[in-house]
């Protein structure tokens, strides 16, 4: 992979402040520097004619490299109140200052040349073209040095704030959006790397069945929102990529094809690639062989905590499907369980643990007899003791793992028919005793149940759901979760419609 730009970039010119009341002295200067370079670059000039405006002019422009600084203007301290306000209240410390006064005998103390660290101090007078020269030369190479300290100094913090998101991803390997946040951490390195503002990370999902074209997931981006839009042109250089297995640059754009053992190959966008030496280049190979072996190893991960949601999801759809509940109500239970969770701030690894958990709270109705199950009619008191067993049954069906999905089944299933006020079963658990995932589920399974046609009801509208629910806050159900339930029950009511009987 190599690629070099054979156009030598225009080098921008270095900004200089002229604040001066007196006009003749800005054209002096600007005339006698005119032909001025460093390092290629010559000179723009700024101009302000009194502290106010120099104020003005440095609170616009953020890049001034140097500024010829007339101390007396409309009062006697005019330029050393400029140079005060930019070193203590605007914190610039970069640029370089040059005080100027035609009052000799008017320099200022010792104090203030250290304090607002003043780069030299001249009298008009003795400034000719070889002095100024000398002065502006001087200015120019301090900032230049200064300013590559500090681009340094931001290298090594994003370099820093980078290792630091790998190394918390790192611990999370088995949480749902681990591979994410992976990706977020080693975007944000290569980025720093070499120093653009704007890439993308992805992954070949896979391919359409009908059209045959590849579906490409984004797993991070860096920089303006609009570098998410995967439009024609980008896809197809990335169709390129992948068919053809080679790193590309396409105008200002890089299009790097990272393959691996998994068949999933990611693909790095970078935008606004103008130059890159072979010292990036090499760091780019660097950059693929390590998402290449991450991505392996995550990948192999979070394809056991998708299997493992799976079976339980199917699981849960044998268990519903024997007592005549339809197939989509797990689906939707893990849904709106999902969505109560997030809206209640729950942390996010816990979010996706309830969702694929939540299938699983009736697991225990696999041990109840037919005849109790599906039963039309009310069932006898005997009978009704045989159908709450199923929350212990369910708890020892799933006892004992060590792995988050089903620990967290387990408590569902054995605590989801406990109720607010310690009137559920099988403990008669009240109130903040019981877990939170089974309060939420409680409260999603009541939802489902109501808006949904069972043999013995006909579907509720919205309204009366809602009316019910407030009903039974504080008595069934937790009431935080029902009050979070109505104010989204939009979005469940969308999740009814997405996954319908």
Partial sequence: MSFLSSA?????PWKVLLVDDEPDIHDITKLTLSRFRLDGRALTFLHAYSGAEAREVLAREKDIALVFLDVVMEREDSGLEVARWMRQEQGNQFTRIVLRTGQPGQAPEERVIVDYDINDYKEKTELDRTKLFTTTFAALRAYRDIMKVEDARRVQQNYREGLERVIAASGHLFRQRSLKDFASGLLQQVVALLRLEQSMLLRVAGASVITGASQYEVLAR???????????????QLDEARHNRISKLHGDTYVGYFPNNSGKASLLVLKGVEEISEIDVQLLDVFCSGVAIAFDNILLNQEITDTQAELILRLGDVVESRSNEAGNHVRRMAQVCHMLAQASGMPEDETAVLMHAA??????KIATPDAVLLKPGRLTPDEWEVMKQHPTVGLQILDGSQRPILKAAAVIAHQHHE??????YPQGLKGEQIHPYARIVAVADVFDALTHERCYKEAWPIGQVRDYLREVAGKHLDPHYVELLIQNIDKADEVNRLWPD
Avoid: F, N
């Fill in 8 to 12: 030598t970039p225009k080098l921008a």
């Fill in 222 to 236: 860096i920089g303006e929102p609009g570098i998410e839009d995967i439009g024609p042109e980008l896809v197809a």
């Fill in 359 to 364: 299938p699983m709270h009736d697991v225990g």
């Fill in 419 to 424: 109720k607010w006020d310690g009137s559920g």
